[in-house]
């Protein structure tokens, strides 16, 4: 059993930053693939970025340029700093492990409000 734990969410104004983190716990952190993902109101939850066991990323055209992903294997944490927040970043954001190719964990989620 996977657990994830997110913080760092909360109020900020458009323009600002944020830097998320997700602590894991229950399996070999640095073979897993994390991710974030986001879900706003009335909407499904999107991928946002991810970022595999050897370090290489990937992101929402959203994100590009504006979020990265990053990873600490000794701590088992993953980040996503995020600078440039727009309102439409506005969403709850989770926090995903994929272990073994096939099993998914999500945290349980953390609010991003971006004012404008």
């Known amino acids: 059993q996977v657990q994830l734990v997110e913080s760092g969410g909360g109020l900020v104004q458009a323009g600002g930053s944020l830097r998320l983190s997700c602590a894991a716990s229950g399996s070999i952190f640095s073979t897993n693939i994390m991710g974030w993902y986001r879900q706003a109101p009335g909407r499904q939850r999107e991928l946002v970025a991810r970022i595999l066991p050897d370090g290489t990323t990937n992101s929402a055209d959203s994100a590009k340029g504006r979020f990265t992903i990053s990873r600490d294997n000794a701590k088992n944490v993953v980040y996503l700093q995020m600078t440039n927040l727009k309102p439409e970043d506005t969403a709850v954001y989770y926090c995903?492990?994929?272990?073994?190719?096939?099993?998914?964990?999500w945290g349980q989620g953390t609010q991003v409000t971006v004012s404008s």
């Open positions: 995903n492990a994929k272990v073994g190719g096939t099993l998914n964990y």
